[in-house]
Every structure is written in structure tokens, then in C-alpha cells.
């Protein structure tokens, strides 16, 4: 496959956000090298997971215990959270599961047709029961949570359709995954059914999204979008965890940090940094919708390797103004959180030539639930300045989750109540 580098120009100056020019122009190839604009990642990895901690994936047994302390005692902003999701329809106990023996995301060889929307409902509102059971102890939540994914993995055996089946792994499968983590513990969880979950995650789920962040059908490196790519990493992160797999989490370290071939490398997950702090995103130039994805993606992701000890929210080896999360965080919010705010854009141009040479307004102002993530790690625990992240993250609050968003896929791309579940 060849090269390509992404061609930057000069930046616009933008009033509010006080730029100028980009600081560093990030030179970007397809193989996965482990040096950016010149400079070698090694020096800088962080170390690879020798053992998994349980539970350990979006939150630890200290988050639920104080999710569980708060909600008890009343506190806020844990309480409005927490009745965002008694609310959603989702987290009922009676909800009722729609398992199908084939997902089908895309135009399929086999001619089915699309039925991907209720594996989206149904992971939502499997991680919604359990958050129930886990916070309040409510045993009728927690039972519906694993007969919901007991229903898929004895029914499930394939994600089918074009490309788009890739979608339908990255974006649920991480989701699945949690929502297991959560009901590990579970007494009323047999042995052998959380094993035959696991097995319809490692056999239904894990293929679809390894194959792809090895091959990206066999496209060059930044042929798809950062959300196809973070996605799917997380869902092979997520898996890796469930399954006690350390070979899988330590691959998707190494895949962020050097050898990843796609938009999730490191090197690629921003077009450019600025003076300002800010980190331009990498769907800046082709829609908001996909733009505001970024962020819940990436802050997954570490959220995810924080649990099993890799601090990569702080990452930042090429010591820009903020780590690449944190800076993209600030860029998407300022630009969505009202339509008088400008932000500096730098020509986007991938390794098929696709060139973006202006921000895009379509979608602008789009809202899903991600950003109190962001927002309580670096401002509440880290004590940082992040004034865009914080005013999105005040605008959505209390974050809902699936359902509370609209009833199409956008609607299910992120778990959310991140009001209930990383308040500090």
C-alpha cells in the first residue's frame, strides 16, 4: 500500500479560539510505523497488561460503590442521573429481548434484510438492567440482564451484510461486552451461560471486528473513518477483557500506540493540533453526527485501559497543549455547543485523496451522551481547564443512553449516563 500524508495549510484565525497556525504538521502513512512527524513512539509506550481486573472495563468496583453511595444518600447530580435511566424504558425488568440468529447491518449476499437496530436495543437495555442491579441490587433488573444475553447467545451465530457489518461489531459489541463485566459476579448467572456468552463474543463479535482492523478490506490505512476504527478496537479491547484474554488487550495497546494501521493509531486520531489546546478532529470536515462520535469512542477506549491500569486519557507523547482526547474534546464541543463559535480547520486529505478543505456545519449542534466522561476526568479529578468540554458536558447533563436519543442507530452508538456513572 503507499503513503500518504495529510496536506495541511493554513488555518483561518479564529477569534474565539485564538489560533493561528497549526503547531506540528503530522505526516501520516498506512503502515502502522511507529514514528509521527519524526518522532519515535517507543520511547514513550506505556507498559502491556499482565494481568485483568474485574470488574474493569467502563467502571471499577470503587465507581459502583460510589454510584451506589450517592444515588442512596440522595446526592446530586447522581440522582438526576440516576432517574434519567429508571426512566428509559430500557432499563425495565419486563423489557423483552428480540434475539435473531443473523445481524444483518448493509445490503447482505444473502438478501436478508437489516435487523441490526435491535441488537442496539438490546445491548443498550442488557447494560441498563445491570447498571440496576449493580447500583440498587434490584434482582429482577439483574435477571432480565443476563436473560437478555442468554437469548443472544443461544440464538446469534453470525453478523452479516456489506461493509457495514463492521459497524454493527465495532459499535454494539464493545456495548455487550460491559454489559456482561457488569453481571460477571451475578450469582443468578450460571457458569456455563456467562462461558456461552463469552464464546458468542469471541465467535460472533471478535472475528468481524480483528478482520477489519488487520485488513479494513483491504483498503489503505485512513480509507475509513476514525469511528469504524475506534469501535472496532474497542470492541476487541472489551472482549479481551471479558474473556480474560491478555494477548487481545495488549493488541489493542500496541495497535493505538505503533503498529495500528488505521485511523485509531495514535498518529492519525487528530488531522492537527493548535496553540489553543485544541486538536482538530478527524471527521471535522465530513459531518457533526460523526465528528461528536469521537469523542465518546476515544474516551471509551481509555476509559476502558484506565480500569486495567494504562493511563492513556494522559498520553500525550509529542507534549502538545493537551493529550489527543482532551483536545479533540475542547474542538468538537466548542464548534457543536452553539453556532457563533468558531474553530481553526486544517485541509484533511486521506490516502485515497479525499480532500476536506473546510469544516463541515452539517449536523452541527448534534447531542450524545460521552462527555462527562471527558469532562470529570480532566476537570474534576485532573483539575484542568476544559471550557468547551464542560459546557457540553453541563448542556447534556443528566446523560441518558439508548433510547433517550432517537430510535435510529445514532441513537444507540453510545451506552451514556455518564451523569450516574463518572460523576466525581
Not at 121 to 133: E, G, I, P, T
Not at 208 to 233: E, I, K, P, Q
Not at 323 to 347: D, F, K, Q, R
Request: net charge positive; proline share 3%.
Amino acid at each position: 500500500m503507499k503513503s500518504k500524508s495529510i496536506q495541511l495549510a493554513i488555518c483561518v484565525i479564529a477569534s474565539l479560539c485564538g489560533c493561528s497556525k497549526p503547531v506540528s504538521v503530522q505526516s501520516v502513512t498506512t503502515g502502522g510505523k511507529d514514528s509521527v512527524a519524526g518522532k519515535n513512539l517507543t520511547s514513550y509506550s506505556l507498559g502491556s497488561v499482565t494481568t485483568i481486573v474485574h470488574p474493569g472495563m467502563l467502571h471499577s468496583a470503587a465507581d459502583f460503590a460510589r454510584m451506589t453511595a450517592k444515588v442512596n444518600a440522595g446526592a446530586q447530580p447522581w440522582l438526576d442521573g440516576w432517574n434519567k435511566l429508571v426512566a428509559n424504558g430500557h432499563s425495565s425488568a419486563t423489557y423483552v429481548p428480540r434475539p435473531v440468529d443473523t445481524i444483518v447491518r448493509g445490503k447482505a449476499a444473502s438478501g436478508k434484510g437489516e435487523n441490526y437496530i435491535l441488537a442496539c436495543q438490546d445491548a443498550a437495555a442488557a447494560y441498563q438492567n445491570a447498571l440496576r442491579w449493580k447500583i440498587k441490587g434490584d434482582t429482577a433488573c439483574g435477571n432480565n440482564a443476563v436473560a437478555i444475553m442468554n437469548a443472544w447467545a443461544a440464538k446469534c451465530k453470525l453478523i452479516d451484510g456489506d461493509s457495514n457489518k463492521q459497524l454493527a461489531a465495532g459499535l454494539q459489541g464493545y456495548q455487550w461486552a460491559n454489559a456482561a463485566e457488569i453481571m460477571r459476579s451475578y450469582s443468578g448467572w450460571s457458569a456455563s451461560d456467562f462461558t456461552a456468552f463469552k464464546n458468542f463474543m469471541l465467535n460472533v463479535y471478535y472475528p468481524v471486528s480483528s478482520d477489519f482492523l488487520a485488513r479494513h478490506n483491504n483498503t489503505c490505512g485512513t480509507h475509513y473513518w476514525l469511528n469504524w476504527d475506534m469501535s472496532n478496537l474497542c470492541t476487541v479491547l472489551a472482549i479481551g477483557i471479558l474473556c480474560d484474554d491478555i494477548s487481545k488487550v495488549n493488541y489493542a495497546i500496541n495497535y493505538y500506540q505503533h503498529s495500528g494501521v488505521g485511523t485509531a493509531y495514535i498518529g492519525r486520531v487528530t488531522t492537527a493540533t493548535y496553540p489553543n489546546g485544541m486538536d482538530q478532529a478527524q471527521e471535522a470536515g465530513r459531518d457533526q453526527g460523526h465528528a461528536t462520535m469521537e469523542v465518546p469512542l476515544f474516551g471509551t477506549f481509555c476509559q476502558m485501559l484506565y480500569n486495567q491500569g494504562q493511563n492513556f486519557f494522559d498520553y500525550n507523547p509529542w507534549n502538545h497543549v493537551n493529550p489527543p482526547l482532551l483536545g479533540v474534546s475542547e474542538y468538537i464541543a466548542a464548534y457543536n455547543i452553539n453556532t457563533t463559535n468558531t474553530v481553526p480547520y486544517t485541509t484533511y486529505n486521506n490516502c485515497e485523496n479525499s480532500n476536506q478543505t473546510v469544516i463541515s456545519s452539517g449536523g452541527r449542534g448534534n447531542v450524545r451522551p460521552g462527555w462527562e466522561l471527558v469532562y470529570n476526568y480532566y476537570v474534576k479529578v485532573k483539575g484542568k481547564t476544559a471550557t468547551y468540554t464542560t459546557q457540553f458536558a453541563t448542556k447534556v447533563r443528566p446523560e441518558g443512553g439508548g433510547g433517550d436519543y432517537g430510535g435510529n442507530s445514532g441513537g444507540y452508538d453510545q451506552l451514556g449516563f455518564g451523569t450516574l456513572t463518572f460523576s466525581r
